[in-house]
């Protein structure tokens, strides 16, 4: 049970009755960090997704909506809801767009003309009687910037996303290995992929976060490949715990970095750091090893 009286129910229960989604949307865009086309012009620092760089959203963002939905529980007194962030096949995007936040740009994430596109989404499900909104307009016109930007070209028509070739499912979601003819084209993008944001001209307006927690943390804006591959399972868990880097786990981290590192200049240092994992335990981490330093070898 939640706070103040509040009452926690399932999307069935609601839906017994009368159901509304409260929309929300909260800025993620961390300030004082490097440019992040700097960083994907550096071959040998590690680029991650801007909306990793701090703590877990799903923790914040969920926790934003409860306190919302109990600041509601001490007016009006016990309620039926639901918060989701990210966290269960709620369309976020659509549901968004219909409570006017912004319209879905080509590139499938939601936009707004305030916002741009860095902030993160999240829904109440609830049985209050509330009023209806009205979608607005989109406003990509005739741009396709985002489709033109994507590395892997996983933007295969306006709206439409592949994810089999997105770098953001492939670093975080995909759990075996990185097909072979894509890992040339992550780059050193270890963890998610902004290329489809950084293009957008309505993210001119975006706005630095006021939320300290979603703040970069231990460097990781400008951090170099071969430290971050030198971290010890130990390190990556005391370092990236809290984070949403953590959930991927330690083997699928090093696979990224082992496939940054085959992106990057060759250098004695490249190559020493792969070779120190070429025995690594993991058959993933030692496939992906053996790739990045064939990578360099054969240019020896």
């Known amino acids: 049970m939640a706070k103040h009286g509040a009452k926690r129910t399932r999307p069935a229960e609601l839906v017994q009755g009368t159901l509304r989604i409260i929309s929300a949307r909260m ?10 086309m700097d960083v994907l012009a550096d ?8 909306y990793a760089l701090g703590r877990d959203y ?16 001490t007016e009006i007194g016990v309620f039926g809801y639901r918060v989701f962030t990210d966290s269960a096949p709620v369309l ?17 994430l939601l936009l707004s003309r305030e916002a741009g596109s860095w902030f993160f989404l999240g829904e109440i499900y609830t049985d209050l ?5 009205t979608p607005g307009d989109t406003h990509c016109g005739t741009c396709q910037a985002c489709i033109d930007i994507c590395p892997t070209r996983a933007i295969v028509a306006p709206y439409v996303v592949d994810a089999r070739r997105c770098i953001s499912y492939l670093t975080i979601e995909l759990k075996g290995c ?11 993008r270890i963890y998610g992929c902004d290329d489809c944001q950084m293009a957008c ?17 231990h460097g990781l804006d400008d951090a170099g490949l071969v430290e971050l591959f030198g971290w010890s399972e130990e390190v990556f868990h005391a ?12 083997e699928q981290w090093l696979r990224n970095l082992a496939v940054a590192l085959g992106n990057a200049p060759t250098a004695p240092e490249i190559v020493a750091a792969l070779r120190s994992r070429i025995d690594h335990p993991s058959a993933l981490v030692r496939e992906h090893v053996a790739w990045a330093l064939a990578r360099h070898t054969s240019q020896d």
């Open 92 to 108: 976020e995007v659509e549901l968004a767009q219909q409570a006017n936040l912004g319209w879905r740009g080509k590139h499938s």
């Open 58 to 73: 799903h923790k914040i963002m969920r926790k934003r909506l409860q306190q919302l939905c109990d600041r509601i529980a």
């Open 129 to 133: 009687p509330l009023p209806v909104d």
């Open 43 to 50: 071959g040998n620092r590690a680029f991650v997704s801007r």
């Open 201 to 217: 001209p309505w993210n001119r307006f975006a706005l630095p976060t006021g939320e300290t927690a979603f703040h970069a943390r």
């Open 178 to 188: 990185i097909p072979e003819e894509l890992r040339p084209l992550l780059g050193n």
């Open 27 to 36: 800025d993620y865009l961390p300030p004082d960090v490097r440019n992040s």
């Open 239 to 250: 370092n990236l715990a809290g984070s949403a880097i953590h959930r991927i786990g330690y």
